[in-house]
């Protein structure tokens, strides 16, 4: 009989920052939050996550959910493009690397050299370790002594799971995130593996909805627990977002996953169009089939247009929005180089932002319109569902309604719940009941504004 719990701590690392909630299971409500920076180290041999900071945060804040509101079981989600190497006794045996580290040419020739296909991985090349497979590439050949020590390699959510419980483990959904180790429509590994020699290191294969084990009783001291406390395996955070999508609705339908990357799911769609050349991949979902995505760092981007401005209020950043059109105020891609649908082209304005307002409501549009671009490159249909940050963004949402054609949803309130919710639904937690806020495609009209976008933007863009 399958057990029903009530309370289940999420453990959430995203690229940015990192949180552990308490969901209920009936309801999905948030009945507890902690969260922290998640800081790069620019020390040692590489820059790299500062694990040991994690781990700490992640036990205090299990003692303190464990003397109210309580939990009943684990389960984790993160960030992708990360793998740990343990040594033989289940510690470091090199940090933990930030994939946004570049490597030398050289290093990054040789990997290309090594790397399958396309075809093959449905996987495109991206700079610096957003490649997973560039990244043990880099670790074993710049450092082959560190590497020596290297026993077991597990992907990131999973390697949370082995710090709880000891069990040493992989998973599908961040093995088919653009890693170039896995075969999205095999479910298999790539060839990859077997090139970079590291076959006999890859710990065992489970399912994001196996629990790895109880909670380490030295551990389960440490925190408190009176009884044992499972943890399940875990998932990919983009891939936790959309599996209360695909539990709720039959496709076609689009998910955008919003953060420091925005990830467009095509549920229903076609693998076998996809580009590499516009960050155009498959992703692998909870149950392990092949998703067609498209991808940009539209969070990252939306910081770097609006830093050294203070957010603006809705009405100004409304008001703002017809001077923008007027004055043909508009971001042209790219922000950040070599990711998304124009890689290799150096973005600017046509006219400067005179406001912050202005500024915010220009990188919405922009944001907007990158989003419905990409959707359309991986032949997305039907409603689009936003979850993250970005689900509070009015002015995005009802652009990018306009742009794509299709209505945009959001669940009430606009919260950006979606990786925790995804993450507890592995533990057999109810699909909670969720009121949606609807974005009609004709609640705003910038069509002409995204075709002067296109038209500036136009094929051409590739190679800009």
């Given at each position: 009989?399958?057990?029903?719990?009530?309370?289940?701590?999420?453990?959430?690392?995203?690229?940015?920052?990192?949180?552990?909630?308490?969901?209920?299971?009936?309801?999905?409500?948030?009945?507890?939050?902690?969260?922290?920076?998640?800081?790069?180290?620019?020390?040692?041999?590489?820059?790299?996550?500062?694990?040991?900071?994690?781990?700490?945060?992640?036990?205090?804040?299990?003692?303190?959910?464990?003397?109210?509101?309580?939990?009943?079981?684990?389960?984790?989600?993160?960030?992708?493009?990360?793998?740990?190497?343990?040594?033989?006794?289940?510690?470091?045996?090199?940090?933990?690397?930030?994939?946004?580290?570049?490597?030398?040419?050289?290093?990054?020739a040789a990997y290309?050299?090594?790397?399958?296909?396309?075809?093959?991985?449905?996987?495109?090349?991206?700079?610096?370790?957003?490649?997973?497979?560039?990244?043990?590439?880099?670790?074993?050949?710049?450092?082959?002594?560190?590497?020596?020590?290297?026993?077991?390699?597990?992907?990131?959510?999973?390697y949370w799971a082995f710090r709880l419980t000891g069990v040493a483990a992989n998973e599908a959904t961040s093995l088919g995130c653009h890693t170039d180790l896995w075969r999205p429509q095999e479910g298999t590994y790539s060839t990859l593996i077997e090139s970079l020699g590291i076959s006999s290191l890859i710990a065992p294969l489970r399912s994001a909805f196996d629990v790895l084990g109880p909670i380490l009783p030295d551990l389960a001291e440490h925190i408190g627990l009176s009884h044992p406390i499972p943890v399940y395996c875990g998932i990919h955070d983009s891939n936790a977002s959309l599996l209360p999508h695909l539990l709720r609705r039959k496709p076609p339908f689009s998910v955008v996953s919003t953060g420091t990357w925005i990830i467009g799911f095509a549920v229903g769609g076609t693998a076998s169009g996809l580009d590499p050349a516009r960050d155009t991949l498959a992703n692998v979902d909870a149950h392990g089939h092949a998703v067609p995505s498209c991808r940009y760092m539209g969070g990252r981007e939306f910081e770097l247009l609006t830093q050294g401005t203070q957010p603006p209020e809705e009405l100004e950043i409304e008001g703002a929005l017809s001077d923008v059109l007027a004055r043909d105020i508009m971001r042209l891609p790219s922000v950040v180089e070599g990711s998304g649908p124009f890689p290799n082209r150096r973005g600017r304005w046509t006219n400067e932002p005179q406001?912050?307002?202005?500024?915010?409501?220009?990188?919405?549009?922009?944001?907007?319109?990158?989003?419905a671009w990409s959707l359309e490159l991986v032949g997305a249909d039907g409603p689009i569902l936003v979850e993250g940050p970005f689900a509070r963004n009015k002015l995005y949402l009802r652009a990018l309604?306009?742009?794509?054609?299709?209505?945009?949803?959001?669940?009430?309130?606009?919260?950006?719940?979606?990786?925790?919710?995804?993450?507890?639904?592995?533990?057999?937690?109810?699909?909670?009941?969720?009121?949606?806020?609807?974005?009609?495609?004709?609640?705003?009209?910038?069509?002409?504004y995204f075709r002067t976008f296109r038209d500036r933007c136009g094929e051409s863009a590739l190679s800009a």
């Open positions: 009989m399958t057990r029903v719990f009530e309370r289940i701590a999420v453990i959430d690392i995203g690229k940015t920052n990192a949180k552990v909630v308490v969901l209920q299971a009936s309801s999905g409500l948030e009945l507890a939050a902690r969260r922290m920076a998640n800081a790069v180290i620019n020390t040692g041999p590489y820059p790299h996550f500062d694990i040991e900071s994690l781990w700490a945060f992640i036990l205090d804040s299990l003692r303190a959910f464990a003397r109210g509101p309580g939990f009943d079981a684990v389960s984790i989600t993160t960030h992708g493009a990360s793998a740990v190497l343990l040594n033989g006794q289940g510690g470091l045996a090199m940090p933990v690397l930030d994939y946004e580290h570049r490597y030398p040419e050289t290093v990054c290309d050299g090594l790397r399958p296909p396309f075809s093959e991985t449905q996987s495109p090349a991206l700079p610096g370790g957003l490649n997973l497979g560039a990244q043990l590439h880099f670790q074993k050949t710049a450092f082959p002594e560190l590497f020596s020590d290297v026993k077991t390699i597990v992907t990131y959510p999973q406001s912050a307002a202005q500024t915010h409501a220009a990188a919405s549009l922009y944001a907007a319109m990158m989003t309604a306009n742009c794509a054609g299709r209505d945009v949803h959001i669940a009430e309130g606009g919260t950006p719940t979606g990786t925790a919710e995804g993450a507890a639904l592995l533990t057999g937690m109810s699909l909670p009941n969720v009121e949606e806020t609807r974005f009609s495609q004709e609640s705003l009209d910038i069509r002409h």
